[in-house]
Nanobody, 119 residues
Framework: QVQLVESGGGLVQPGGSLRLSCAASGTIVSRNAMDWYRQGPGKQRELVAVITRGGGTNYANSVKGRFTISRDNAKNTVYLQMNSLKPEDTAVYYC?????????????WGQGTQVTVAS
C-alpha cells in the first residue's frame, strides 16, 4: 500500500513562509529517497528538492537558500520548509518517491497541495 498525502499549502504574501508535509504509508520515508516537485500554471513539473535515504539533500537553483527538505522517519513524514517566498513559487507542490518493483522502478505521487504567493 503506497500512499503519499501532502498538506500545508495555502495563500501567503511575498516574503512569507510555509511548511509543507508529506505523510507516507508504511516505512517509505525511512527506506527511500523522497522528492518534492512543483508545477505552476502552464509550466512543466520541476524537481525542487531531494532527500536521499542517507539524509543528503539537493535543491533546484531557484530555491537554494530558501527551501529546506527534511524527514522524520518515526512519523513517516517528509517536510519542505519554504522561506522568503516569491510569486514565482506559486505552484502545486507534489511529494514523490520511487519504489523498486519486480519489473522495474515505479514512481508514486501525492495528490498535491496548492501554494499561492501573492499580495
Amino acid at each position: 500500500q503506497v500512499q503519499l498525502v501532502e498538506s500545508g499549502g495555502g495563500l501567503v504574501q511575498p516574503g512569507g513562509s510555509l511548511r509543507l508535509s508529506c505523510a507516507a504509508s508504511g516505512t517509505i520515508v525511512s527506506r527511500n529517497a523522497m522528492d518534492w516537485y512543483r508545477q505552476g500554471p502552464g509550466k512543466q513539473r520541476e524537481l525542487v528538492a531531494v532527500i536521499t535515504r542517507g539524509g543528503g539533500t539537493n535543491y533546484a537553483n531557484s530555491v537554494k537558500g530558501r527551501f529546506t527538505i527534511s524527514r522524520d522517519n518515526a512519523k513517516n513524514t517528509v517536510y519542505l520548509q519554504m522561506n522568503s517566498l516569491k510569486p514565482e513559487d506559486t505552484a502545486v507542490y507534489y511529494c514523490h518517491t520511487v519504489l523498486p518493483e519486480r519489473l522495474g522502478a515505479v514512481g508514486y505521487w501525492g495528490q498535491g497541495t496548492q501554494v499561492t504567493v501573492a499580495s
